[in-house]
C-alpha cells in the first residue's frame, strides 16, 4: 500500500513536471504562430500565383512523401552524425565592422544563417533577421544557435529596409521582428500574405510594403524589386497560405540579389535578364537532402544560379542559410566545401566570410578556411 502510494505520487510528480515543461515549451507559442489563416487569405486570394487556397511555385516542386525505411536513414543520419553535422569546436566570429556613417557603395556583413546586412550605394538593406536562440515558435524546443549573434539588435546602425524571404521561422522571428520595430524605423518589405503576421504582432501598417512576385517598392532611389523563389511557406497545419521570394536590390549604381530560400528554378535566369546583371548574390547552400531536392539548393546549383543571375564571372558570390542552425543531416562545413569546388572550374568568386564579418567586393577578399574546426 505504501509503495503503491508512493508510486502514484511519483507518477504525479512527473506528469506535473512534464505538463510544467510543456506550459513553459509553449509559452508564447501561440503569438508566434502568427496570423489567422483566414485573415491571411484574405489578402493573399488576389494573387494570380494563388490557386484553390495556396500559392503555387512557378517552377513546381515535386511534392515527395518519404516512405518509412527512408525517414528512418534520415533521421538515424541526424542522430547519428551528431558530431559531423555539428561544428567540432566553437565557431569563430568576426568583431563586427559596421560603420555607423554612411553605407558603402557596395559591402555585405553576414550575422549568420540568412541574417546579412547589404550596403548598396549608401543604403542599408537587412535580410530575415534572426536573433531568437532557436528558430521555432518555443524558446525550449526546436533548432538552436550554433553560434551566438556576432552583434547585438542594439548595436545595428540605422537601417533603410528590413526584407523578409518567407514565414518560416528561421527566417521570420517575432522577438526579432518586435525589437526591430522598437531600434528601427525602416520599413518591412515581406511576400504577399506574410504582412498579416507582422500587423498581429502589432506592427504599424505604414511600416509594411507587402508586395506579389514582380512588384517593387521604393526608398529613395532604391529599388526592391520581390522575384520568385522556389519554395513553401507555413508556420503550423497550415502550409503554402503566404508568399515566399527572392529580392533584387537595385540602386543607382550598383545591384544586389538576395536569394531568401529556394531550391534550382528557370526563374533565376530570366531574374538575371530583367533586373541583372548582379555585382553581388546572396545565395543559400545549405539544408539540403535527396528527400527534397526541389525546395533547397545544394552548392552545386548555387554557383549555377549565382551564373544565371550575373551573366558573366564579374560578380560575388557570399554564401547565406549554412552555418548557423542544424536544418539537415549533411555534415557541417560540407556546403562551403562543396562550394568553393564548384566555383573553381566556374571561376566564381566567392566570399566566405566568418559570422559578423564584412565583405567589401571592390576591395582584397580576406579569406582563410575558418570553418575547418
Not at 338 to 356: C, D, M, N, Y
Amino acid at each position: 500500500m505504501v509503495v503503491r502510494r508512493a508510486l502514484r505520487l511519483a507518477a504525479g510528480t512527473a506528469s506535473l513536471a512534464a505538463g510544467g515543461w510543456l506550459v513553459r515549451a509553449l509559452h508564447g507559442a501561440p503569438a508566434a504562430l502568427g496570423a489567422n489563416p483566414a485573415t491571411i487569405r484574405a489578402i493573399s486570394e488576389g494573387s494570380p500565383h494563388y490557386r484553390d487556397g495556396s500559392f503555387v511555385n512557378l517552377d513546381p516542386a515535386s511534392i515527395y512523401v518519404m516512405g518509412r525505411e527512408e525517414l528512418r536513414l534520415i533521421l538515424w543520419e541526424f542522430v547519428g552524425n551528431r558530431g559531423g553535422s555539428r561544428p567540432a569546436k566553437p565557431i569563430p566570429l568576426a568583431a563586427p565592422e559596421i560603420y555607423k556613417g554612411d553605407a558603402s557603395r557596395l559591402a555585405v556583413s553576414w550575422f549568420g544563417h540568412s541574417t546579412a546586412l547589404v550596403e548598396i550605394d549608401g543604403y542599408r538593406v537587412l535580410t530575415d533577421p534572426v536573433w531568437s536562440n532557436r528558430c521555432s515558435p518555443s524558446d525550449l524546443v526546436g533548432p538552436q544557435r550554433l553560434h551566438p549573434p556576432p552583434v547585438q539588435l542594439e548595436g545595428l546602425p540605422a537601417v533603410d529596409a528590413v526584407v523578409i524571404s518567407h514565414d518560416h521561422y528561421d527566417h521570420l522571428d517575432i522577438d526579432t521582428i518586435i525589437a526591430l520595430t522598437r531600434t528601427q524605423r525602416a520599413p518591412f518589405f515581406v511576400p504577399l500574405g506574410v504582412g498579416a503576421h507582422l500587423r498581429a504582432w502589432g506592427i504599424p501598417e505604414q511600416r509594411i510594403v507587402e508586395l506579389d512576385w514582380q512588384q517593387s517598392g521604393q526608398v529613395d532611389q532604391l529599388r526592391i524589386v520581390c522575384m520568385p523563389a522556389r519554395h513553401f511557406s507555413g508556420r503550423f497545419l497550415s502550409r503554402d497560405n503566404t508568399l515566399w521570394a527572392s529580392w533584387a536590390f537595385i540602386g543607382p549604381s550598383h545591384r544586389a540579389y538576395f536569394g531568401g530560400d529556394t531550391g534550382y528554378t528557370k526563374s533565376f535566369a530570366q531574374i538575371g535578364a530583367d533586373h541583372g546583371p548582379f555585382d553581388l548574390t546572396l545565395m543559400p547552400i545549405g539544408a539540403y537532402n535527396s528527400a527534397w531536392p526541389d525546395i533547397h539548393m545544394n552548392p552545386e546549383e548555387a554557383i549555377r544560379a549565382h551564373l544565371d543571375v550575373t551573366d558573366s564571372r564579374a560578380g560575388l558570390l557570399v554564401p547565406v542559410h549554412w552555418g548557423t542552425f542544424r536544418l539537415a543531416p549533411h555534415p557541417w562545413s560540407e556546403p562551403v566545401e562543396r562550394l568553393l569546388a564548384a566555383a573553381e572550374p566556374e571561376q566564381v568568386k566567392v566570399a566566405v566570410p566568418l559570422p559578423g564579418q564584412r565583405v567589401d567586393p571592390a576591395g582584397p577578399l580576406r579569406s582563410s578556411p575558418w570553418w575547418r574546426l
